[in-house]
């Protein structure tokens, strides 16, 4: 089993339309739950940054960390073309500087 | 602020051939990281360097990869000789350092090698 799995999609959306991204985690220890960006050829950036369980919410993007079910999610408000890429999920324990990424899901936003 | 910097962007050779990467990560970032991304994969580790120092090998496949950060700045990952299965992206990221409350990885764009 990985340590974090993800939907890889790929997931095509309209316009507007509300995005819901979402991971599952294995290793309780995971403390520091990461979204990363990654546009085609080009490296990940960071989107959202959340430590241990609860919301968190930056403009349109809102993660969700629910550490009693290993389970993190990410919404997208208002999708725009522009959000078109690939999200991954990314994880570490409170002791180390370890990231564990998801598989990364493709999202298309259909003008 | 320059970024993560990583050349050459794209890399073709034959199988058997050496090859390697180059990263400049961004200053004064302690912490460099060499990941290896397959198609439709996440980021993989291979090694983490804390200034100079290699703390996390255990993934880096070391019958035929090397790497090296001599002066703690800048890093080269070298794959000697190189295989089919090598074909991959390779990145590159930096971050402050362990300690540090927010240890933010930035990236670099990636080495594209196609080994034929």
């Known amino acids: 089993q990985k340590e974090v799995e993800q939907d890889p999609g790929p997931l095509s959306v309209p316009e507007g339309a509300i995005v819901s991204l979402n991971c599952t985690y294995s290793n309780s220890a995971f403390q520091y739950f990461m979204w990363y960006r990654q546009y085609s050829r080009k490296g990940p950036e960071l989107l959202m940054y959340t430590y241990s369980s609860g919301n968190k919410e930056d403009g349109r993007f809102t993660a969700q960390v629910d550490k009693s079910s290993k389970y993190i999610s990410l919404f997208i408000r208002d999708s725009q073309p522009s959000d078109s890429a690939t999200y991954l999920c990314a994880m570490s324990s409170n002791t180390g500087n370890q990231f564990y990424f998801g598989t990364g899901t493709s999202l298309t936003v259909i003008p | 602020e320059a970024g993560v910097v990583q050349s050459p962007r794209y890399k073709i050779i034959e199988k058997k051939q050496p090859v390697a990467f180059w990263c400049n990560p961004i200053?004064?970032?302690?912490?460099l990281y060499w990941y290896l991304q397959n198609l439709g994969q996440g980021p993989e580790l291979l090694i983490r360097y804390e200034n100079e120092e290699a703390v996390d090998d255990s993934q880096l496949p070391k019958d035929r990869f090397s790497a090296e950060r001599l002066k703690g700045v800048d890093s080269t990952l070298k794959i000697q000789p190189a295989e089919l299965g090598d074909s991959a992206v390779y990145l590159c990221?930096?971050?402050?350092?362990?300690?540090?409350?927010?240890?933010?990885?930035?990236f670099g764009p990636g080495t594209r090698l196609t080994v034929l």
């Open positions: 200053s004064g970032h302690n912490t």
């Open positions: 990221a930096s971050s402050l350092g362990a300690g540090h409350a927010n240890n933010e990885q930035f």
